[in-house]
């Protein structure tokens, strides 16, 4: 079996932003993590401290002069064969997100166990916390997931993917269900509810909003086992200690068979 292990996190647009970032790489540096896939990254400056911080991560993909696209960020020990980032419709209510261009970054990563497709993404926040059909912002997710559909199956069919980031969504949510379904996407975390966002005063009981999901190549068979991490508060360079992020990470470590009647097998 070979293995490839990958991070996902959002790692917060504001408060303390460099001080953070100084923190987080460190830790990547120290994790044996293969991929990491950032959201909330949306500063060229934010992309050039953590240049700095991680240089055990030689590969590194994000699309903008000034402001990184979507925010996103894709950090690889291993060769990214190519990458693009595909924007979400713009649609109403008005709102600041709108600056972001929030969408999805699209990779191929050629790993020991042969090339992955890695999909980044981040989807609109639904600032009602509802997630009932009718509500205005289901309806905006519902076209963002529509359109990750089929960038998704734009990827040829004997290319495995993982995608992942914050889509704003419950987990077990219908809207979130049916996408993964239509997108022939396995849930590596389907059944478990608890929180990838750190619980405050005001959402003391926020749902599992960040994602992982696998599609696997026919002839190239994968298990995939995820959990969430980088939950403790870590300490900075002045000494503080401070929360990586508002959210959690999650870890998925793919773990890839041979293929069919490969000598690997006997």
């Not at 500063?43 to 401290?49: I, K, M, N, V």
């Not at 925010?71 to 600056?99: K, V």
């Not at 997931?145 to 040829?156: H, N, Q």
């Not at 002839?219 to 200690?241: C, F, I, K, N, S």
Request: net charge positive.
């Amino acid at each position: 079996m070979t293995e490839v292990r990958l991070l996902t996190l959002n790692a917060l647009i504001r408060d303390d932003v460099p001080a953070r970032l100084r923190a987080l790489g460190p830790v990547l540096e120290r994790s044996g993590y293969d991929i990491v896939c950032l959201q909330e990254v949306l500063h060229r400056g934010s992309a050039r401290l953590l240049r700095q911080v991680t240089p055990g991560y030689a590969h590194r993909a994000a699309t903008g002069v000034t402001v990184l696209a979507g925010g996103l960020m894709l950090l690889s020990r291993w060769p990214i064969r190519r990458h693009r980032f595909a924007r979400y419709p713009m649609t109403r209510p008005l709102r600041t997100e709108l600056l972001m261009r929030k969408g999805a970054q699209l990779a191929v990563v050629e790993t020991p166990a042969g090339p992955l497709a890695v999909v980044n993404t981040h989807l609109s926040a639904n600032r009602d916390d509802d997630w009932s059909e009718g509500n205005r912002y289901t309806g905006i997710i519902r076209g963002e997931l529509d359109r990750l559909a089929r960038l998704v199956a734009g990827f040829e069919p004997a290319l495995p993917a993982v995608v992942v980031g914050d889509f704003n969504v419950p987990r077990d949510s219908p809207v979130f269900t049916r996408f993964a379904a239509a997108a022939g996407l396995r849930d590596v975390l389907a059944g478990d509810t608890s929180t990838t966002f750190r619980p405050t005063p005001r959402w003391p009981a926020p749902p599992a909003l960040d994602q992982v999901l696998i599609r696997a190549a026919a002839d190239r068979p994968v298990t995939v086992r995820a959990r969430t991490v980088l939950q403790d508060a870590v300490r900075v360079a002045d000494g503080r200690e401070l929360f990586l992020s508002d959210h959690y990470g999650i870890e998925a470590n793919l773990s890839f068979g041979p293929p069919p009647g490969s000598a690997a097998q006997g």
